[in-house]
């Protein structure tokens, strides 16, 4: 079971009040999967924001019928992933599969998304910290893609 003040460390919710934090777990559940197992599936409504406790996990994108590129590896003690359940359309953009079994903490996202919203200040708080964890992501998927390139010395028409 995690507490307020583990929750507090994790790259989302640092900086809440231990009354809000405590009001989060009680929405929230432990849960633990085998190496192997889908968390969600890309396409799918996105009910939940997860945060990892221990193990590893891959978000991959489906490109084309069974062809699918990993995108992230999360691996650090209080990541989230998930985030679309916290984003319009509040669909999955990626498949997140354990590599290693792990437990990760899930987040009602209705839930939250009633917080955040019923509190302005506490949901101006997440989004800023949501949106720089977002943009860090995307600028280190670039930053390999391009190293990808480089390596194989592939040029644009």
Same mark, same amino acid.
């Not at 319009?88 to 997140?96: G, L, R």
């Given at each position: 079971m995690v507490s307020a003040n583990w929750l507090r460390k994790t790259e989302l919710f640092e900086g809440l009040e231990e009354s809000q934090l405590n009001d989060l777990l009680a929405h929230s559940i432990s849960e633990t999967f085998p190496g192997g197992k889908i968390i969600f599936y890309q396409e799918k409504e996105a009910t939940h924001l997860y945060i990892l406790i221990q193990g590893a996990v891959d978000l991959r994108v489906k490109a084309q019928e069974e062809i699918g590129f990993l995108t992230s590896q999360i691996q650090k003690e209080g990541a989230i992933f998930g985030i679309p359940s916290l984003i319009?359309? =509040?669909? =999955?953009?990626?498949?997140?599969e354990c590599i290693l079994p792990s437990e990760v903490l899930s987040i009602e996202s209705r839930y939250l998304r009633k917080k955040m919203e019923e509190d302005p200040k506490m949901g101006m708080q997440i989004m800023r910290k949501l949106i720089f964890i977002y943009y860090n992501r995307l600028n280190q998927l670039r930053k390999e893609i391009a190293n990808f390139f480089k390596v194989f010395k592939v040029k644009a028409p």
């Open positions: 319009e359309p =509040y669909c =999955y953009n990626v498949t997140a």
